[in-house]
T-cell receptor, first 113, second 111 residues
Framework: DTGVSQDPRHKITKRGQNVTFRCDPISEHNRLYWYRQTLGQGPEFLTYFQNEAQLEKSRLLSDRFSAERPKGSFSTLEIQRTEQGDSAMYLC???????????FGSGTRLTVV | RKEVEQDPGPFNVPEGATVAFNCTYSNSASQSFFWYRQDCRKEPKLLMSVYSSGNEDGRFTAQLNRASQYISLLIRDSKLSDSATYLCVVNSGGGADGLTFGKGTHLIIQP
């Protein structure tokens, strides 16, 4: 385990379909984060887990979005009834105790057509 | 006012030159500060943390000015490989555990 893994790398879906992304953090990291990044913008915070507990959700996380981390290891991010505005790079990051910076995965690039 | 603001650039700089850019943040309670580097279509990677006393890592120097609420990054003897987007990142602590990213400053080092 050398880093944060995200799957799939790319996803093209039709508007209205549901999609699910997976993130496998660095194994010893107990904190896991989801961010979204669109072209020309910095990553925007979506949600955060400490172990299996979802401790914070951004206002960006509408009711069509749900994230889970059932066993405190990998996490999934599901988007229901996708819209074209959901097209973005979805980044997962993990960290250990303390604010010493995150390690990001390579991201999942979602295109909604 | 946005939480973290950066000049998007691009900054076009000749190889070997020194370049500096700043970032301002709005939350005076912010506790942790970082610079991340992001290459085109890649994920952000931690470049360096920013400490209150300022810190240096090779050709890179980061400084924090709490009174004026800005962070700076200085790159000396710039290399072609320094071309990237540099993201200013702030953690406000408290109940907001997520990092807040600026939009980034695009740096292009020209031969």
């Amino acid at each position: 385990d050398t880093g944060v893994s995200q799957d799939p790398r790319h996803k093209i879906t039709k508007r209205g379909q549901n999609v699910t992304f997976r993130c496998d953090p660095i194994s010893e990291h107990n904190r896991l984060y989801w961010y979204r990044q669109t072209l020309g913008q910095g990553p925007e915070f979506l949600t955060y887990f400490q172990n299996e507990a979802q401790l914070e959700k951004s206002r960006l996380l509408s009711d069509r979005f749900s994230a889970e981390r059932p066993k405190g290891s990998f996490s999934t991010l599901e988007i229901q009834r996708t819209e074209q505005g959901d097209s973005a790079m979805y980044l997962c990051a993990s960290s250990g105790q303390g604010y010493y910076g995150y390690t990001f995965g390579s991201g999942t690039r979602l295109t909604v057509v | 006012r946005k939480e973290v603001e950066q000049d998007p650039g691009p900054f076009n700089v000749p190889e070997g030159a020194t370049v500096a850019f700043n970032c301002t943040y709005s939350n005076s309670a912010s506790q942790s500060f970082f610079w991340y580097r992001q290459d085109c279509r890649k994920e952000p990677k931690l470049l360096m943390s920013v400490y209150s006393s300022g810190n240096e890592d090779g050709r890179f120097t980061a400084q924090l000015n709490r009174a004026s609420q800005y962070i700076s990054l200085l790159i000396r003897d710039s290399k072609l490989s320094d071309s990237a987007t540099y993201l200013c990142v702030v953690n406000s602590g408290g109940g907001a555990d997520g990092l807040t990213f600026g939009k980034g400053t695009h740096l292009i080092i020209q031969p």
